[in-house]
């Protein structure tokens, strides 16, 4: 069983900054892509940013230069680093992982979600 569980949503007034994290857990034998996404009320699920396992970075047009997306292997753990928020950021954010099991089994796994809202 594989778990992911994100962390660090909450208020931010724009222009301010958050970090969320999200820390997977359980039968792990390696974690491939790393992935966030969101999805604001009304609209449809989007990609924020991806990391692969080397460390390769993607991010939607409309974070670039704000949002950075890191990992810790170690740790099991990617951060989303969100600076200059702004107002439309606003949205649940889902952390996304790609992970071989022990049994060899590579699946798709998703956190719980969690709320950012920016104020204007």
């Known amino acids: 069983q594989v778990q992911l569980v994100e962390s660090g949503g909450g208020l931010v007034q724009a222009g301010g900054s958050r970090r969320l994290s999200c820390v997977a857990s359980?039968?792990?034998?390696?974690?491939?892509?790393m992935v966030w996404y969101r999805q604001a009320p009304g609209k449809q699920r989007e990609l924020v940013a991806s990391?692969?396992?080397?460390?390769?970075?993607n991010y939607a047009d409309s974070v670039k230069g704000r949002f950075t997306i890191s990992r810790d292997n170690a740790k099991n753990t990617v951060y989303l680093q969100m600076n200059n928020l702004k107002p439309e950021d606003t949205a649940v954010y889902y952390c996304?992982?790609?992970?071989?099991?022990?049994?060899?089994?590579?699946?798709?796994?998703w956190g719980q979600g969690t709320q950012v809202t920016v104020s204007s």
């Open positions: 990391i692969s396992s080397g460390g390769s970075t």
């Open positions: 359980g039968n792990i034998f390696r974690i491939n892509a």
């Open positions: 996304n992982a790609d992970i071989r099991t022990f049994r060899l089994s590579d699946d798709d796994y």
